[in-house]
């Protein structure tokens, strides 16, 4: 496929690149249900806790009501985890990790 992006020239979406592209997309998306299971787990609605992960994975700062100092520790370090999750992307997290393991094998 050939999409043009720019008026000076034509880019070739690869499937390699549809494929990247989605991976990251059901990254967000997974982040997003495992962050609301757990606000579902301390008794929230299912909306406020998906409202509540959606917020802490995009850094947006806005909240149902849930997140407050008496909230559980569990579920303050799953949205802290979020929080830089989603500052830090997930090409950058994943690209962590391989530096990491290559380390560890000595490669």
Do not use: Q
């Not at 757990?38 to 998906?50: H, P």
């Not at 009501?65 to 830090?88: N, Q």
């Not at 997930?90 to 962590?96: K, Q, R």
């Amino acid at each position: 496929v050939v999409e043009k992006y720019h008026h000076l020239k034509g880019t070739t979406i690869t499937d390699k690149l549809l494929l990247n592209a989605f991976i990251i997309g059901c990254a967000y998306i997974t982040t997003y249900f495992v962050g609301a299971v757990f606000g579902i787990f301390f008794g929230n609605s299912f909306a406020d806790a998906m409202f509540e992960s959606v917020s802490a994975a995009g850094n947006v700062g806005l909240t149902s009501g849930i997140t407050s100092p008496g909230m559980p520790d569990l579920l303050k370090i799953v949205y802290i985890v979020e929080m830089w999750a989603g500052r830090l992307e997930f090409i950058s997290i994943v690209a962590l990790l391989g530096f990491a393991i290559s380390m560890v094998r000595g490669k």
